[in-house]
């Protein structure tokens, strides 16, 4: 099949040529996002590829549908970018890696909570001047602190696993409970999470539920200095409130791999660019807020995963033995 591969990065390239090889496909990388003005680039091409920031709309499908691709293959396990339902109406399928490595971002989780809390990012800085002082390097044990999980499906299972080593305290939150929790932490309702953690980990999709769960009211609930991490998908938390919480001192740290508007920004080096986006600039100028451009799932095992599993999806379309676990349906986004 002719796929048309969007919003291509050179490493995007190495692993999904490897994947490709020795299968009858042809990826055609493009360094574009799929925009209206691009969809024309995959004229010709049976299938588009896509990643996380790659907004399908109803538009867009229409369009897509009108130069004949019947195929949308996710790279990504996340699906709140794409018009389920319009694309499902065009009887363009829409599949995704539903599972890659599970470990690859509950790990950066855990990474951005020790950076925070002991601050080896300004340590690291600070050495290298020949500044050996520990002034304001000061951080606290995670031992024996309460952290709230959002979201106990794959990526939030192996988080409440892994904090769950330092000796933390595990309290839950989902809308359906998962048996791997049993004997490491207690579901409670959120908003007993919300009054007793320390820290609070996102692991919940973006939902019309889910969207803009951490809000101002939802901050006034959670204790004075709490730590949020946020490696599922930006808009769970609203930006303004956030910066709120931070000034007053409710929010004590913050943690983001995702950001709302992180599509004009992230995966690109603007170092030479004036940044127009006035809420992530204000958030860089937080001391307590560690900001990651969307890198949790980055990992070799992860690109290897989302490489050989995109390739395959699309083999499976080809011959019609498509695995329905990785097939986005509009039941999903009901
Ligand atoms: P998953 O489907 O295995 O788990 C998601 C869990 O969230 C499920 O248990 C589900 O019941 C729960 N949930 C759904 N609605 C909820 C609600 N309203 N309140 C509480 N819980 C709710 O997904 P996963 O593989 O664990 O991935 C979780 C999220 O991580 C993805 O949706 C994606 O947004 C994000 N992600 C980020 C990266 C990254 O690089 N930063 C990479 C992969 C995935």
Redesign the pocket.
Same mark, same amino acid.
Request: net charge neutral; glycine share 10%.
């Given at each position: 099949m002719k796929v048309a591969v969007y919003n291509t990065k050179p490493y995007d390239k190495e692993y999904l040529e490897k994947a490709a090889a020795g299968t009858n496909h042809e990826l055609v990388f493009l360094e574009s996002p799929l925009k209206e003005r691009s969809v024309k680039l995959a004229e010709g091409c049976d299938a588009v590829c896509v990643f996380v920031n790659d907004n399908l709309n109803d538009k867009i499908i229409e369009s897509l549908h009108c130069i004949g691709v019947k195929l949308i293959a996710l790279r &990504? =396990? !996340?699906f *709140?970018n794409v018009d389920i339902v319009a694309a499902y109406q065009k009887n363009i399928k829409v599949l995704r890696v539903? =599972?890659y490595s599970?470990h =690859?971002?509950a790990e #950066?989780a855990i990474a951005l909570i020790l950076t925070l809390n002991r601050k080896t990012h300004k340590a690291y800085n600070r050495v290298r001047e020949g500044n050996f002082s520990l002034d304001r390097l000061i951080g606290f044990d995670l031992n024996g602190k309460t952290v709230g999980v959002? !979201? /106990? !499906?794959?990526? !939030?299972?192996v988080f409440a696993q892994l904090i769950k080593g330092f000796g933390c305290n595990i309290l839950a939150? @989902?809308?359906?409970e *998962?048996k791997e929790l049993a004997g490491i932490g207690q579901y409670v309702p959120?908003d007993t999470l919300f009054n007793q953690s320390d820290i609070i980990s996102l #692991? &919940?999709? %973006? /939902?019309p @539920? /889910?969207h803009n %769960?951490v809000n101002a009211e939802s901050i006034a609930k959670m204790k004075k200095g709490v730590m949020i991490i946020n490696?599922?998908?930006g808009k769970l938390i609203d930006t303004e409130s956030a910066i709120n919480g931070l000034k007053t001192g409710q929010i004590g740290y913050l943690g983001i @791999?995702?950001y709302e508007q992180e599509e004009s920004i992230f995966f690109k080096d603007l170092s030479e660019s004036i940044i127009a986006d006035d809420k992530i600039m204000r958030l860089m100028t937080f001391p307590n807020v560690l900001i990651t451009a #969307?890198? =949790?799932?980055?990992t070799d095992n992860a690109m290897v995963q989302i490489a050989n599993t995109t390739l395959q999806n699309i083999t499976d379309f080809e011959t019609g033995n498509i695995k329905h676990s990785n097939e986005v349906t509009p039941e999903m986004v009901k």
């Open positions: &990504c =396990a !996340g *709140n539903p =599972a599970p =690859a971002v #950066h959002i !979201g /106990t !499906g794959k990526i !939030g299972a939150y @989902d809308k359906f *998962n959120m #692991h &919940c999709p %973006l /939902t @539920d /889910t %769960l490696t599922s998908r @791999d995702v #969307h890198q =949790a799932f980055f």
